[in-house]
């Protein structure tokens, strides 16, 4: 990924000035960063090797769809129905966790 | 932007009635437990309701919906108090006290669905309003247009 | 399209909630618990009444106060007390008439009918508030039923020329005087005894529910059923008249 | 033997009492002093009621089981209410200065502060359920207060997601209700720690747990609460996030006390610490995006959530009073930053192209902001920093390096967001009409003094956290189990 592109993305966006093209990048770096600690912690939980394997193949293919941070926010628009849609899938997966993954 | 509620999912809303005949039928027939019978209706008519809720764009049919849910809880609710053989909790004159204690069915639930209905209605009104206001507006009451990003 | 897959998605996922719901449900199992103890003691003939005004009283504040919240909120929706009404103008601003409070109502069949039938809720309405602690019924079913009947008629002859017609205010000053009354009567359990909520028998060596010998003595329970019919019949009267009328939001944002 | 009376439900009541008559009275001249006045009277509530458990209408202990309604108080709970009726009347006293104030705004504000301490004080799952409704029909009022558009939509978004999981949470009651046949909290946790599990108890943790992220705001429901606190007015967003952070403390440790090392809450816990960890980072990173200061605020709100939560949901004694002291220290520091915001949008706007060099026009109130600022981001002497210090060591003490890791970062992109604030509204170079401009518009004396006590505040207790963590150490003690990964 390059500055360069990053910050045509983000005028794209309407705020292109220097200082919130840094906190975008910022933003965008946390974001890999959550992936690579959780993809550690969850590994770590279920101590298995094989999880781990799968676990950075998903953060290879996280980095080659670089930078996901646009894609972040549109999936966090208030639209009715992407939020409805997000709150059924959490749901879900809470459902099957609590009940299912013993 | 979004597409994947257009289909027409209100089919599905026609199933509610099929399966409540169905357990109709296993009450009538298989001499089905009427408590159970009622939590599953409470839970079908509970989900029937969440289906409205995600899938259904239109703003009035999801506070329809709305209210179907509530009514699904408020069943299970009522439902909880059910006794076989129960009596209403309402000790006449002439009763005796211990057989009306043991008989009369629980009190509780049907006192919190009291309160609870008064809490949809109240939750039903402030929505019914701001839909009123957004038909006015939009002349329309499709979810996606009046409640789309911004 | 790629939306097939928020498809997949959705409806499995929605899947899994409603058998996680319908696994719950199915089995249900009930502990009798509490219940033992609200059936095994007696306070007044009817039980619901008691479990809602003495054992479970404050709950039952509370969803008063959710009407009155509600009422509140839902007046605000139509600009009553906004920072700022620039929306509701452009909304409803520009318009020469009032189209919903136009409509006339139904037929003269329906009209003729519509009359008594409501004054008759009307009174089972009083009656089953008054008589809340030994018979069915009680503050909310009766304050419901008078609603219903005010409800009947803006239905049959439309709002404007209803001939059963509740001011605004007296409306509102019943409501706030039900929710207060339950507030007070609450306090006074404070005053007593140092419970809020407390069912009072007796003050000061006399009955505070004066009833005829034989009946039971139901303490605070009528008067809070009083109160919280006042207030529900209030309530929900308001709400449909805001709902049922432009006039109010005309008025609240010319001024 | 001569009982001093127990006033307990006061701070429930009067508040309600208040609320109606201020409804009654809403156009009246006086609106002005009589809010003043309550305001001040606000601050004594908590103290007077007597700690120990107390029973509406005296239906205590029957055949072993609770009959009533019952309260519980104690030191931890006196100060978190303390905390929200300190804010609560700050915000009364800045909204003194508004131009359209009005009986309406007063009273919803004072129903949303008697129904959060109940949320708080309850020991009773009905009772919670209630004012719960309250709190999220208050939340819509405040919202559709500030009148715009966006803040209709964004109420009716609240109000349709509210209703579901309302309903949810109130079916998860009922499930709970069904198994162990009593709504006190304490009953229950003593019939769940002796009876095995079924599915009916799943259900109705599920449920719990909907509520509690409807409640407070963690995800799947951030989207919609950044949006209410971004479309209401700066100075009532500052309320509206406090309350939900009471009712994520309230519901997070009614959940820990229910189910609190039984074997079955190990997944849903893992849920929890999950779930808290959703709210920080995309709080966070929808932060670092935004160019609207008030939004920006907002999606920080749903980051910090995420942080009382993770303390909470870790569940140890030392989680739990990190957790807690977190949740106060972000009531005074994000209504400081709220209020800040309040300040900055009438000197101009929200947006944060169109603001710029307005250091030289106001230093105070900048030194205030930038203080509060750095209270969020956990810089030293600030309250925040004690806190985040106490998270990071409660993650490690439960041999979860990877939490204290994420939270680090968090924090990290929370300053950068916060000095790309700072930097935008106060230090960019700006033209000399719009100088002119900022000369001509007043700022109201009222908020500059909320903001100044919370500067204070902040500043306090990072110097002296003890005050805080003495009280609420027992209390977590209590309700705290010790694990490790």
Known sequence: ?????????MEKEKHGDGISVGAGLTGELTLYSFLVM??????????????????ISIIGIAISFMPMLFKFNRENSNHINMQLFWVSVFVGILSVVIYFAK | MILYYDINYDIILILYPIIEIAIILLILVMNMDLQLASFITAGILAIVGLYGVFFVDNVLKKIIALSALGNGVNLTLIAIGYKAGGIVPIKMPSMEFTMFATKAVYPLPQALVLTNIVIEASMLAIMLALSIVFYKKYKTLKASIILKED | MSYINREIAVSLSFMFFGAAILYSVYNINVVEGVNAIYTHSYIIPNFVTAVLFDWRGFDTLGECLILINSVLVTGMVFGRGLFNSEFLKEVYGNQKKLNIDEIEGFTPIIKVLAIPMSIILMILGVYVILGGHITPGGGFQGGSLIAASYILAIVSFGIRNCPINFNHKFLETLESFGALIFLILGLTGIAVSGYYLLNIHSLFGMNVFPSPTGLENAGIIPYLNTAVGLKVLAGLSTITTLLSSERVIVKNISD | ?????????????YPLIMAIIFNYIYKSKVIRILALLMALSLIILPFLGSYGTYFFGAHGMESGLISGIAYIFNPAKQIIIFTLMLIGSLVLITGIGEKRVNGLFVSLLLMGLASVSAVVLADDLFNIYVFYEIVAIVQTGLVIASGTEKAYKSAFRYMIMGNMAGSLLLLGIAFLLSATGTLNISDMHNYLAN???????YGGLLMLIIGLCYGSGLPPFHTVKADIYARAKPFVASMLQTYSKAILVAIMLVILK???????????????????IFGMVFGVVMALLQSDYKKLLSYHAISQVGYVAAGLAIGTPLGIVAGIFHAINNFIYKSALFLGAHIVSQKKSSNLAKLGGLLPIMPTVAFMILCAKLAISGVPPFNGFQSKLLLA????NVNMPELAIIMILVSVGTFVSMMKAFYLIFLKPC???????????????????????LTILCILLGIYPDIVINQITPYANEIGRIWTL
């Open chain 1, 1 to 9: 990924m390059e500055y360069d592109k990053f910050q045509k993305q």
């Open chain 1, 38 to 55: 959780s993809v550690l912690l969850l590994s770590r939980v279920f101590s298995d090797i094989l999880f781990a394997v799968i676990g």
């Open chain 4, 1 to 13: 033997m001569v009982k001093i009376m127990n006033l307990l439900p006061l701070i429930v009541v």
């Open chain 4, 195 to 201: 009876n095995p599990a079924t599915p009916t108890i």
């Open chain 4, 258 to 276: 229910l189910f609190g090392g039984l074997s079955y809450f190990n997944t849903a816990h893992g849920a929890l610490i999950a779930l808290s």
């Open chain 4, 393 to 396: 060591e409660a993650a490690m």
């Open chain 4, 431 to 453: 033209s000399e009409e719009q100088i002119k401009e900022y000369k001509t518009t007043k700022v109201s004396k009222y908020s500059i003094f909320s903001l100044a006590v």
